[in-house]
């Protein structure tokens, strides 16, 4: 089992598409693969290849220098689409930690955090500041999940993450054992459930 | 006080427990699996953990079933192994299991409504995002990930962060020949693909409430297209009417107890949403998407847009989405042509989708090749009950069975590179009906009369004095 994690200080590489969505992310004729054997090379897959089927040089993710990105910074609307979680896995296992983005599908944010990978929310202007730090070149990056930052160079700029999700990546929470902990509670309204309102159990 | 919202009751009603940090715990009333779930029955067996309420769980093949061969030995290896493992992880776990070969099986959205599994005033979740078609039932479909479809598995709970509420308006009435599909399709080019994000939606006002049960769901479908969490139509005598007698509905004194209940459930008059918008339902026109995000959409009557008269932030993208579609900046909508037609999937896959296609094609002939995949087995048969098949094959389009097919492509019908598609599906992305596919997305009788034309075409010249 992962560990969870407060900072991360990685590589960051601008991706300056507005609506990545997770159709992009996972194309949806690998999803049937196990997974593990691992998503990372379906990653963004068809996005980063040109007609012919050959990864696009000039696309940031398949430059040189990104070999090692730990972190992206994207424009608007990143994840909508598909609840598929597949995406969020194709992202983990190619070593991303971090997405920086003004907005987040929400299915595709609640994914994230529960695989550990912090879906940070800036506004439009900020992910224009960290796009231009970025421009050139991948930079290295500092997250603070704590403080709710993230610096490049001089660049510091503050994100938000739901507070739910932020302690969850953080103490590596598993909801499963959470609600577990309920579980009498459920067990009572489950039983009022059968008396007030039978008609909520399906007839067979 | 102000009142609550139909929403509010609904969260009320289905709150187990709220935690400090603002996330409830809330009752899953039904759990619909499809060949997805491996993943999360992987994460189940990895903790050794039983499925707590096989009772309310319920398995259905759609995805990757095959919709031109019933043989499973033509079916391509993905679809075989996709298709077994929900077999035997619904076998293993004791649920009832709609396969290949079920006459009721169909896709998910659809034979949800169409069992009466889906009722009003219930929670019902799928990991799927198009779940909130069951809203049209006054219920809250969610669509949740991997990792919540192994919880709900193992608790019959979902731990949720309360959306905020938009009342979505359409006021007046839709003229002849638009449908739920444009109603969709307009709102969400007006607010951008995640103009709703972080909201449970309520549409609301005349146009709604005229719309059957079937263009309902297309409306509620297509929420997500918008970036909502879900969206919902408070139920009424038609909801009722349609729920009445379905296989898993209740029945006796228990209906009756839930029609009582079903009759009070609607927003209150004073209740407040975080947000509303409002539309003329007379105003809007038959709409087309014309590049890669759904809300690239426009009345059939515009043009294209023209990279060279919009702010640079925004000229790029749409320079991208024209180049992927191969369209020319600034020409009229109507006219491009097309290579073929999909007329199916959960947001326009039922009977009446099919009916109102059948009407445009009735003794006419397409002139591209095209694919009909009614959304359930039950809708096929309805449709040849009825005979919609013989409209729709002597027209020389393909009648298919019944599955998620060349909506996302997953069971082998895919569109080929460059190749453009009408489709009446609810997603246009990049490479959705395959890689390099170009989708138009559009209502079932548009998509007939872009069969009957080669091209992209007002619908409504092609059903004058046949509505
Ligand atoms: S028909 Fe398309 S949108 Fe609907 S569930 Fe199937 S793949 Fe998803």
Same mark, same amino acid.
């Given at each position: 089992m992962k560990s969870g994690w407060t900072t991360h200080r990685g590589i960051a590489v601008a991706?300056?598409?507005?609506?990545?969505?997770t159709d992009q992310l996972m194309?949806?004729?690998?999803? =049937?693969?196990?997974?593990d054997q691992g998503y990372a090379k379906y990653l963004l897959h068809d996005l980063r290849r040109d007609s012919g089927g050959?990864?696009?040089?000039?696309?940031p993710l398949n430059?040189?220098?990104?070999?090692?990105?730990?972190i992206l910074v994207a424009r608007r609307?990143?994840?909508?689409? =598909?609840?598929?979680?597949a995406a969020v896995y194709a992202l983990v296992d190619a070593g991303i930690r971090a997405v920086i983005a003004p907005s987040f599908g929400d299915i595709f944010a609640g994914n994230a955090a529960n695989n550990g990978l912090l879906a940070a929310q800036v506004t439009e202007q900020d992910a224009g500041r960290l796009l231009a730090a970025l421009e050139s070149a991948p930079a290295p990056a500092d997250v603070d999940l704590e403080g709710g930052s993230i610096t490049i160079r001089d660049l510091r700029v503050a994100f938000n993450v739901d507070e739910v999700r932020r302690l969850k990546i953080i103490n590596n929470w598993d909801d499963i054992d959470l609600t577990r902990n309920h579980s009498a509670q459920i067990a009572a309204y489950r039983k009022r459930l059968q008396i007030?309102?039978?008609?909520?159990f399906p007839r067979d | 006080m102000s009142g609550q919202t139909l929403f509010d009751k609904l969260w009320a009603s289905h709150a187990i427990r709220t935690e400090d940090d603002g996330t409830s715990l809330l009752w899953v009333d039904r759990h619909l699996l499809t060949e997805g779930s491996h993943h999360a029955f992987g994460k189940l067996a990895e903790r050794g953990l039983e499925l707590a309420e096989p009772s309310l769980t319920f398995a259905v093949a759609d995805h990757?079933?095959?919709?031109?061969?019933?043989?499973?030995?033509?079916?391509n290896a993905d679809s075989r192994r996709m298709i077994d493992t929900l077999e035997r992880n619904a076998a293993r776990h004791g649920l009832r299991h709609f396969g290949p070969?079920?006459?009721?099986?169909?896709i998910a959205h659809v034979i949800g409504p169409e069992q009466g599994l889906?009722?009003?005033?219930l929670l019902i979740v799928c990991g799927?995002?198009?779940?909130?078609?069951?809203?049209?039932?006054?219920t809250l479909g969610l669509g949740i990930g991997a990792t919540e479809v192994a919880h709900v598995m193992a608790t019959q709970t979902i731990r949720v962060v309360r959306p905020k509420t938009l009342r979505i308006r359409f006021d007046g009435m839709l003229g002849p020949g638009v449908g739920a599909k444009d109603m969709a399709l307009a709102w969400i080019a007006q607010?951008?693909?995640?103009?709703?994000?972080g909201h449970a939606i309520e549409y609301a006002g005349d146009a709604v409430t005229a719309l059957s049960m079937e263009g309902r769901m297309t409306l509620c479908n297509l929420s997500i297209e918008g970036g909502a969490r879900l969206g919902m139509v408070a139920p009424d005598a038609i909801t009722i009417a349609y729920v009445?007698?379905?296989?898993y509905a209740p029945a006796g004194p228990h209906w009756d107890a839930a029609v009582r209940e079903w009759t009070e459930l609607r927003s209150d008059e004073d209740a407040d949403f975080d947000a509303e918008l409002v539309l003329q339902?007379?105003?809007?026109?038959p709409f087309v998407t014309w590049?890669?995000?759904?809300?690239d959409a426009l009345p059939i009557t515009a043009c294209l847009p023209d990279p060279a008269t919009l702010p640079a932030d925004k000229a790029e993208k749409v320079r991208e989405a024209l180049d992927y579609m191969g369209l020319e900046a600034g020409?009229?909508?109507?006219?491009?042509?097309?290579?073929q037609v999909f007329i199916g999937s959960c947001?326009?896959?039922r009977i009446e989708d099919l009916r109102l296609a059948a009407r445009v094609l009735e003794s006419r002939k397409a002139c591209v090749p095209g694919l009909v995949s009614p959304g359930s087995s039950l809708v096929k048969a309805q449709a040849e009950a009825e005979g919609l098949d013989r409209v729709f094959r002597e027209a020389g389009l393909e009648w298919a069975g019944s599955g998620c097919s060349m909506c996302v492509?997953?069971?082998?019908d895919i569109v080929a590179p460059g190749k453009r598609c009408a489709a009446t599906s609810n997603r246009n992305f990049r490479?959705?009906?395959?890689?390099g596919a170009r989708t138009h997305l559009m209502s079932p009788a548009m998509a007939a009369a872009a069969a009957v034309t080669g091209e992209l075409t007002d619908a409504r010249q092609l059903l004058e004095d046949r509505l």
């Open positions: 991706l300056p598409i507005e609506g990545i969505n194309p949806a004729r690998f999803m =049937s693969t196990p997974r050959e990864l696009a040089p000039d696309f430059r040189p220098e990104a070999g090692d990105a730990s609307n990143f994840g909508g689409g =598909s609840s598929r979680e007030t309102r039978p008609w909520v | 990757y079933v095959p919709t031109r061969t019933q043989l499973k030995a033509q079916w070969a079920d006459p009721r099986q169909g889906t009722l009003p005033g799927d995002s198009h779940t909130s078609t069951h809203g049209a039932f006054g607010i951008g693909a995640d103009g709703a994000r009445e007698g379905r296989t339902a007379g105003d809007i026109a590049g890669t995000s759904p809300d020409r009229p909508l109507a006219g491009t042509p097309v290579d947001a326009n896959g492509g997953m069971n082998g490479g959705r009906q395959g890689p």
